[in-house]
């Protein structure tokens, strides 16, 4: 499986209109579009379908974080195949064996694990008995690497790191990206495409900067153009 790589538009809305919306502006400039947590638990796998059917060429990149037993991890795989998502994410923290099974369940997408969640400080990792992110991240990494993961998610400051950890066939997917010259919203370790790409980075995930700026398409192309530009 050839690393993914480009931009993928993080759909956050429960609306379905609202995203098969952002998805048809979107759509001529990504690779992929994400849908989470929020957008699943209210709308499915049907909801799912229709903003789909706004983007047909896009890559579907479904943000779940599943983390369970593997035997539920895998049933959680099952269900959502019919999407056939390119991207799927799990927890790293769920285990090698939870890895795999959704690796096992789902060949044809790359699953994707999340390390530490960035909204976790030292002293939360403290507090749970856990070291710190910077030995967490790459050791977690490498274990869900062995597992079956095709790709992490980690922010532009970790990707240089995992990079040299993992070598150039895993796909490192970033978030908390920001077109030069726009707001960081709530994000706080914030990085433009280029930076992020000059890192090591395959995939960058925008939500905000695109789907709230008054003409998303001309947004996304301005993302692209920067992504293509840095590569
Ligand atoms: O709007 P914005 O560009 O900040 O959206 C970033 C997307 O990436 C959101 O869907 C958010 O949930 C996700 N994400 C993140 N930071 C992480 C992991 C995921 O912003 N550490």
Redesign the pocket.
């Known amino acids: 499986m050839t690393p993914i790589s480009g931009l993928a538009v ?1 759909l ?1 809305t429960v609306s379905v209109d609202e995203a098969s919306d952002w998805a048809t502006a979107v759509a001529p400039h990504a690779e992929l579009i ?1 849908l ?1 947590l929020e957008f699943y638990l209210r709308n499915g796998a049907s909801g799912v379908a229709a903003v789909r059917e706004s983007a047909p060429d896009c890559g579907l990149f479904l ?1 779940l974080k599943l983390h369970d037993i593997p035997a539920t991890v895998a049933g959680g795989a099952r269900a959502v195949a019919a999407l056939e998502p390119a991207v799927l994410t799990v927890h790293a923290a769920g285990g090698a064996d939870m890895v795999a099974a959704a690796s096992a369940e789902l060949p044809k997408t790359t699953i994707a694990a ?1 390390t530490v ?3 976790l400080s030292a002293e939360d990792l403290a507090e749970l008995g856990l070291p710190e992110s910077e030995k967490l991240v790459p050791l977690w990494a490498a274990t869900a690497v062995a597992a079956g993961a095709k790709a992490i ?1 980690s ?1 532009a400051q970790e990707v240089g790191a995992l990079r040299s950890a993992l070598g150039s066939e895993v796909s490192l997917i970033t ?3 920001r077109p030069a010259g726009t707001s960081s ?3 706080s370790r914030v990085a433009t495409p280029q930076r992020a790409i000059d890192a090591g980075a395959n995939v960058l ?5 695109i ?1 709230q700026s008054p003409d998303p398409e001309q947004a996304a192309a301005a993302v692209a153009a920067e992504i293509k530009g840095a590569l």
Do not use: C, F, M
């Open positions: 993080a956050d994400k989470g943000d999340v969640l960035t909204s998610v922010s978030p908390g990206i919203n709530d994000q995930v925008v939500g905000r900067p789907t």
